[in-house]
């Protein structure tokens, strides 16, 4: 089992930023791909980041390339999402999430925080 528990969400106005981060206990964090997702209301659960075990590798959709930047620290057991230029679209609860394979939907990955609430105002 691995726990995750998200912080850092909150009102920010357009062209701002936030850093997300998510705490991870439980079993070895680096065994894990982890992913950061979004769910805007009345709208389906989207993939916005993804690292690799080491964090060596990351994937963005085009949504979020070049504004949004996944990072992981294995010794923290805690993986960060650093979000500029944010616009009022990006408006969500975002979730990490965890899971053994690398992998972008979320259907598969196996273990989710509780979600932390970003807003964006024009």
């Known amino acids: 089992q691995v726990q995750l528990v998200e912080s850092g969400g909150g009102l920010v106005q357009a062209g701002g930023s936030l850093r997300l981060s998510c705490a991870a206990s439980?079993?070895?964090?680096?065994?894990?791909?982890v992913g950061w997702f979004r769910q805007a209301p009345g709208k389906e659960r989207e993939f916005v980041a993804v690292?690799?075990?080491?964090?060596?590798?990351?994937y963005y959709p085009n949504s979020v390339k070049g504004r949004f930047t996944i990072s992981r620290d294995n010794a923290k057991n805690t993986v960060y999402l650093q979000m500029n230029s944010l616009k009022p679209e990006d408006t969500a609860v975002y979730y990490c999430?965890?899971?053994?394979?690398?992998?972008?939907?979320?259907?598969?990955?196996?273990?989710w925080g509780q979600g932390t609430q970003v807003t964006v105002s024009s």
């Open positions: 999430a965890a899971t053994r394979r690398l992998s972008f939907g979320p259907h598969e990955f196996d273990y």
């Open positions: 690292a690799s075990w080491s964090g060596g590798d990351t």
């Open positions: 439980g079993h070895t964090f680096s065994n894990y791909v």
